[in-house]
């Protein structure tokens, strides 16, 4: 087993979806093989207007042939296991290369760098998943050896620090993807998308301590399967939130709101919806809820 980085962009000809699967050719699968049981991160090349860089982290689960396209395999992803960065970190920072195990003897970007599916360093690892999870520090204190190796380059120290490097990385990584972890770095992934504004209602409210009076809300949700990603996610204020839950609000693919003929107070309701009757934002179209998602919501949850 060992930590690899997967190339991804959202404009992707293969077959991706990053919460669940990862479609490559076959040159690659002796190294996303090697990362079966463990951990990636996910790249977005800075070639990508609006790169977000290294964005999020998964688990793969297993490799399969993929049943639809010759010499193509699938890397799937661990339910439950994806977890997008608060802060994407981008490939060069002001402290030089993220990933230093890119550089060649002469410290300039090597080959493969252009590789799709390759190895990350534990430390390389750690660096970049500190920076992406910046705020939960402290809650979450790093684990025994790692802070002081941080910046060996890749292939470097012994064989056994090595090895107990990648196991303290992997106690880490535990720690932070706990649910209580994932609901709060979930929530500033959603706002941030949304501006901090209600998709329904359009009102952006602020308290007086500075948060914002919105929450992060999973359409599909976590007890059925739903990921912790973005296409996944919709900011709703307190109100907005509780009728999409119990299936009096819903959304078209168009992202038209859609009020339960279930409703008691219809024109209570339709009062606290923005003039237009659509969802407001995300900010990036990219972000926009997956049709897959609105689909499951409106069939398992919302109210005809």
């Not at 901090?196 to 919105?214: Q, S, Y």
Request: charged share 25%.
């Amino acid at each position: 087993m060992g930590f690899g980085v997967f190339i991804h962009r959202a404009d992707s000809i293969y077959d991706d979806s990053p919460a669940e699967r990862y479609q490559f050719p076959k040159p690659y699968l002796d190294r996303a093989a090697a990362c079966v049981g463990d951990w990636i991160v996910y790249y977005e090349p800075v070639k990508v207007r609006g790169s977000k860089g290294y964005y999020a982290i998964a688990r793969v689960e297993r490799i399969v042939p993929d049943p639809s396209a010759t010499d193509m395999y699938l890397a799937l992803i661990e339910p439950g296991s994806y977890l997008e960065f608060a802060y994407p970190v981008p490939f060069v920072d002001a402290d030089g290369w993220v990933e230093k195990g890119l550089l060649n003897e002469q410290g300039r970007i090597s080959g493969r760098a252009q590789a799709a599916v390759r190895p990350i360093s534990p430390q390389d690892f750690d660096r970049i998943l500190a920076r992406g999870l910046a705020e939960e520090q402290s809650l979450l204190p790093r684990v025994g050896a790692a802070e002081v190796t941080t910046d060996l380059p890749y292939g470097l120290g012994e064989m056994g620090q090595s090895a107990f490097i990648h196991e303290q990385e992997r106690e880490r990584i535990s720690a932070m993807t706990t649910r209580v972890v994932r609901d709060r770095v979930f929530r500033r992934v959603v706002l941030r998308a949304y501006g901090e504004r209600c998709a329904v209602t359009g009102l952006k409210l602020i308290n007086g301590g500075g948060r914002a009076e919105v929450a992060a809300a999973h359409i599909r949700p976590v007890e059925h399967n739903g990921p912790d990603i973005i296409n996944n996610g919709v900011a709703l204020s307190g109100t907005a939130h509780w009728m999409f839950d119990r299936g009096l609000i819903g959304l078209s693919d168009e992202f038209d709101i859609i009020v339960s003929r279930q409703v008691n107070d219809r024109d209570g309701v339709e009062s606290l919806i923005n003039k237009t009757g659509k969802l407001i934002g995300p900010l990036m179209a990219r972000d926009r809820p997956h049709p897959g998602y609105l689909a499951w919501h409106r069939e398992n949850c919302f109210k005809a």
